[in-house]
C-alpha cells in the first residue's frame, strides 16, 4: 500500500503537535498495537520512524513488520529492534518476545512526542494524564500494562475526562467576565456607567450581581 504522507518523526520535528494531536495520535497508535496484537503479532521495532502520518486527515499507519514475530515463527527469536525503544528485557540474550514489550515501546513514543515543547512537561490535566499513562507504559515489566487494551481504555478514559473539561472552562471564563463586570461597577459608586446603546445605574449593577451570585 502506498501512502501518501510523512513520518511521525519528520511530523514531530516540524513542531505540528498539540496537546489534542498527541492524544489522538496515541488513541489510533493504540488501536493499531491492539489489532496486531489479537493476531498473535509483536510489532517488535515500534519508533518514530515505523509511524506515517497521512497527508489526507493525518491518519495514523503502522509500517515496518520485518523484525515482527508470531506463536506461528519461530526465526526471530533473538531480541531485535531499535535500541533507545526497546523494552529492558529485550536486552537479554535469552529474551522472549511479549506483547509488553510493544507497550513499553509505545511509552517511549509517548513520551517523546509530550518532551517536544517545554510547556509539555505540565503534570496536570490532559498532558499529566498522558505522562502518567506514558510512565506506565514504561514500568518494569511486572508494573507494566499487560495488554493493549488497558492502554486504549486508559486513553479513552483521558479524552473523555477532555471532553468533560470543555464546556466547564467556557462557563468558568463566562462567569469570570460576570465577576468582573460587577467589579468595575461596584468601584464606581453611583456613577452611571455607559455600555453602547444602554445605560446601567449602580442599582441596576446591585441587581445583576445579586442575581448571578
Known sequence: EYIEGQSLREFMQEGKLDTQQILRIARQLADAIQYIHTLQIVHRDLKPENILITSNGQHVKLIDFGFSETDSYHILKQPA??????????????????????????????????????????????????????????????????????????????????????????????????????YLLSTNNDQTLLVPGTSFTQADADSICINWT
Open 81 to 182: 529492534g531499535t535500541r533507545h525503544y526497546m523494552a529492558p528485557e529485550m536486552l537479554s540474550k535469552d529474551a522472549v518476545s511479549d506483547m509488553r514489550a510493544d507497550i513499553f515501546s509505545f511509552g517511549k513514543i509517548l513520551a517523546e512526542m509530550l518532551a517536544i515543547h517545554k510547556s509539555s512537561k505540565t503534570r496536570w490535566g490532559v498532558r499529566g494524564k498522558l505522562w502518567k499513562i506514558a510512565d506506565k507504559c514504561m514500568s518494569p515489566i511486572d508494573q507494566r500494562m499487560a495488554h493493549a487494551d488497558e492502554l486504549t481504555q486508559a486513553l479513552n478514559d483521558t479524552a473523555r475526562h477532555t471532553g468533560k473539561w470543555v464546556p466547564a472552562l467556557a462557563t468558568a471564563g463566562f462567569l469570570l467576565v460576570i465577576i468582573q463586570f460587577c
